[in-house]
């Protein structure tokens, strides 16, 4: 069966590892055949940072849907046919495991004579939108920018500050979605392109540029989200739970209506 949600699926979040994973391979296979015979698509693998603070604390720069709880060690009781015996143990330090950083993707579309890279293609991830990642991951984005590199970014997540190049505040009324497409032109400095991506609606189709000779190529967002969703097999989503963060009433009360249109119950 299809999402039962027209465009972005906002429950994909809970999943988004394996949901970013696939946008980013879909993308290059997308992308591929619209391209000029000496340029090249790939997607490139890096790690989310975890960065050392004044007094050897480690800030954890990315966040995952993982919830470690644990309690305090507390005695224990044994019992025998003639007496109740207690045994109390010191107490230990409890530390936990070092989780490894979380592996990101994405899309690059380089010159293949002189490995040029020519256009960067970023679905965001919780991962970038937190802390001192947030701050490393515009900084790169700085970086590409300046570098006259192209710069997409496609963020289908509402978890984690705003975080695409532009400044919100920059960003029309009217395109202020709760997710947000950008594209940045290495030949356009003066502004960039805003692409509106509602909850309610079908995600677009975007120009990806090239270089400044080159046609732009298209990609469908909306296709690719259909084909993470079919191929990772989310029609046993659990929709009826708790409330979604970071919709407004009217929005929360559409998907609900949605939902109920789609025979689901949903709880708000």
Known sequence: MPSPFPGMDPFLEDHWGDVHTSLTTYARDQIRPQLPPDLRVRVEEYVGLEIEVDGGDSDET???????????WSPFTAT?????????????LVVA?????????????????????????????????????????RKKQRDLVAGGVNLVEIDLVLAGGWTIFPAERDVPASHATPYRIIV????????????????????????VPLRPDDPDVVL???????????????????????????????????????????????IL
């Not at 966040?63 to 309690?71: A, F, G, T």
């Not at 025998?80 to 230990?92: F, I, L």
């Not at 592996?103 to 001192?132: C, M, W």
């Open 220 to 266: 469908d967002v909306q296709a690719l989200i259909d084909q993470a969703w079919q191929n990772g097999g989310y029609g046993d989503i659990d929709y009826a739970r708790s409330p979604l963060p970071g919709f407004e009433d009217s929005d929360r009360q559409w998907i609900r209506e949605r939902l109920a249109q789609q025979g689901i119950a949903r």
């Open 80 to 92: 025998t046919s003639s007496a109740v015996m207690e045994a109390v143990s010191d107490e230990p």
């Open 97 to 137: 495991y070092p989780r490894e950083p979380e592996t990101l993707r994405r899309v690059l579309i380089h010159d293949r004579r002189g490995d040029v890279l020519i256009t960067a293609i970023e679905f965001l991830s919780p991962g970038n939108k937190y802390g001192q990642a947030r701050d490393h991951f």
């Open 62 to 72: 990315r966040q995952k849907p993982d919830v470690l709880i644990s309690e305090p």
């Open 184 to 207: 940045v032109r290495a030949s356009r400095d003066w502004g960039f392109e805003c692409y509106p991506a509602p909850i309610r609606g079908r995600l677009p189709r975007i120009r």
